[in-house]
């Protein structure tokens, strides 16, 4: 090994040593909760800016539409003259006019016909951009709500590793044995086990008078609220397996759409439906027979799947009611407006889902 490398790597193990000196794993946590807040932010901001732009456009598809359906009202109004003029035998130079105002009128009504068609398109995917930016903003409220639980449990843990490694180094700077330190211990768990015995007689003493009295009825509001709630949850849900309870999960995530949950009894069932339409895109692909009406088709199909079987995580579910799986999602799905030109490059192979019977 020469001098140079030689150098660079005590030169790294240096620098690796400081920094873990450095490195506060409170401040760290803090910092990446204040990020996943930023981008909160943004979220927010680019689902106000993508309902402003939806907005405008289905505010001009409905001028549009009206001006269409104006245009063409008044050319069937001059079309209607022009007829009953030449029925009438009127001048040619008459019917003609009535006739040249139509054919312009019906011009126009073809032009807004296009950009209406036009319009119709770009508010689908407006409408589908707005609600994938809604989805994700669920998404990341998820991720900052379980961060926010589990940074305080992880600071004190690591306040408690800290205090921990203190008192081991003290206790280990110690030379002399411990006689002393155990005679005092012994001397005060004496005195706390006599508190406790006072303690404890006082209590009886205060029972007894109580029973010779009258016994006050006993309120338990919070109960009966925490019943009602669970009752109202099953009313709305139709479902009496609610969140808390033993159900077990497994996850599918979409690119910017959120993780969605399902029951791990519908397992089997939802794979083998998810594959059917995996395969059949892939197969097609292959073959050079997927066009895009089939791929939007069986593509829309799979995420209406989920959402069926599904819950939300951040909405429908916690990230802790869900578990383990969320960190680990069985199925990763693209975008779900998803190109067909992407899509002939994703849909190749085994595809995106796991085999059920795997």
């Not at 950009?115 to 119709?120: A, F, T």
């Not at 009752?231 to 993780?259: H, K, Q, V, W």
Request: proline share 3%; hydrophobic share 35%; charged share 35%.
């Amino acid at each position: 090994m020469g001098l140079i490398s030689r150098f660079r790597n005590v030169f790294r193990s240096k620098a690796n040593a400081v920094l873990d000196k450095m490195e506060d794993p409170e401040e760290q946590l803090d910092y990446l909760y204040e990020q996943l807040l930023e981008q909160k932010k943004m979220a927010a901001r680019a689902i106000r800016d993508a309902t402003a732009d939806r907005n405008l456009i289905r505010n001009e598809l409905d001028e549009q539409r009206s001006e269409m359906q104006q245009d063409h009202d008044k050319a069937k109004v001059y079309r209607a003259k022009a007829l009953k003029l030449d029925q009438e035998g009127a001048g040619e130079d008459q019917i003609a006019k009535y006739n040249d105002a139509a054919k312009q009128l019906l011009a126009g009504f073809l032009s807004h016909q296009k950009r209406v068609e036009e319009l119709d398109e770009r508010l689908v995917k407006a409408n589908l951009s707005v609600n994938t930016l809604k989805e994700k903003q669920i998404d990341l409220d998820a991720k900052i709500e379980d961060l926010r639980s589990r940074k305080e449990q992880l600071k004190s843990e690591w306040r408690m590793a800290e205090a921990e490694e203190r008192i081991s180094s003290s206790l280990a700077g110690f030379e002399s044995d411990f006689s002393d330190m155990d005679l005092t211990l012994g001397r005060i768990e004496g005195k706390i086990k006599h508190k406790k015995a006072l303690a404890e007689a006082s209590s009886e003493v205060m029972a007894e008078q109580q029973l010779s009295g009258s016994l006050p009825d006993l309120e338990l509001p919070s109960l009966e609220a925490e019943a009602a709630l669970a009752e109202l949850d099953r009313e709305l849900t139709g479902d009496p397996a609610l969140p808390g309870t033993d159900t077990t999960y497994f996850c599918i995530a979409m690119s910017g759409g959120g993780t969605w949950a399902i029951e791990e009894q519908n397992r089997e069932k939802v794979l083998e439906q998810l594959n059917k339409f995996d395969d059949e895109i892939t197969q097609l692909n292959e073959k050079n027979q997927l066009t895009p009406e089939k791929f939007d088709e069986m593509y829309a199909g799979m995420f209406s799947l989920i959402r069926k079987q599904g819950r939300l995580v951040g909405r429908d579910l916690t990230a802790e009611d869900v578990g383990a799986s969320y960190y680990q999602p069985e199925v990763k799905l693209p975008p779900e407006d998803l190109d067909f030109e992407e899509a002939q490059q994703v849909f190749q192979g085994e595809g995106l889902v796991p085999n059920s019977n795997d």
